[in-house]
T-cell receptor, first 113, second 113 residues
Framework: DQQVKQNSPSLSVQEGRISILNCDYT??????FLWYKKYPAEGPTFLIS?????DKNEDGRFTVFLNKSAKHLSLHIVPSQPGDSAVYFC????????????FGKGTKLSVKP | ETGVTQSPTHLIKTRGQQVTLRCSSQ?????VSWYQQALGQGPQFIFQ???????GRGNFPPRFSGLQFPNYSSELNVNALELDDSALYLC????????????FGQGTRLTVV
């Protein structure tokens, strides 16, 4: 039973355009959501997070949108750069619990020059 | 400020053996979590330690055990290794158990033959 789903295994985008990565979740108890980026042979790197009391959080080129009614969040990268090519993981947490992270399977983003 | 470091980076063990993986948490962090990432999957929560005590556990059998030391470094022990234990093992540290943003090490690639 997958509580966090990233239905697109891969995404290819042209440099300078927008990258949109999607994530769906099933557990309505989740109250905190995070995005991580992972390069080969490295551990995941924290990118951006959002609390369930917000619907948008922005940090430079990265914006996360949360639609609680649809149990859906997305990560927008504008403009996309070749260095953004990596696997992106969506993760969710129940902060009232111990706060462990439930991850999706990841989306591999390729940004072409 | 040093990041999260894990040792060893790669390890090959035989089925039935025991293994110990080590993690040094980021300076100032008192919470350590361990995750298992199988090929093509997202990281899966094993357990979390907060101030030297287990603070939550995922769906892993008792042969997966851990320790946290007074300096907040941690060990993951796996007994009676099985072929399916082959995976990337990730350690993540955070400021306290109430914070979801966790910072990951580069991982230990365990291969069981």
């Amino acid at each position: 039973d997958q509580q966090v789903k990233q239905n697109s295994p891969s995404l290819s985008v042209q440099e300078g355009r927008i990258s949109i990565l999607n994530c769906d979740y099933t557990n309505s108890m989740f109250d905190y959501f995070l995005w991580y980026k992972k390069y080969p042979a490295e551990g995941p790197t924290f990118l951006i997070s959002i609390s369930s009391i917000k619907d948008k959080n922005e940090d430079g080129r990265f914006t996360v949108f949360l639609n609680k009614s649809a149990k859906h969040l997305s990560l927008h990268i504008v403009p996309s750069q070749p260095g953004d090519s990596a696997v992106y993981f969506c993760a969710a947490s129940v902060m009232r619990s111990q706060g462990n992270l439930i991850f999706g399977k990841g989306t591999k983003l390729s940004v072409k020059p | 400020e040093t990041g999260v470091t894990q040792s060893p980076t790669h390890l090959i063990k035989t089925r039935g053996q025991q293994v110990t993986l080590r993690c040094s948490s980021q300076s100032g962090h008192n919470t350590v979590s361990w995750y298992q990432q199988a090929l093509g999957q997202g990281p899966q929560f094993i357990f979390q330690y907060y101030r030297e005590e287990e603070n939550g556990r995922g769906n892993f059998p008792p042969r997966f055990s851990g320790l946290q030391f007074p300096n907040y470094s941690s060990e993951l022990n796996v007994n009676a290794l099985e072929l399916d234990d082959s995976a990337l093992y990730l350690c993540a540290s955070s400021w306290n158990r109430g914070r979801a943003e966790a910072f990951f090490g580069q991982g230990t690639r365990l291969t069981v033959v």
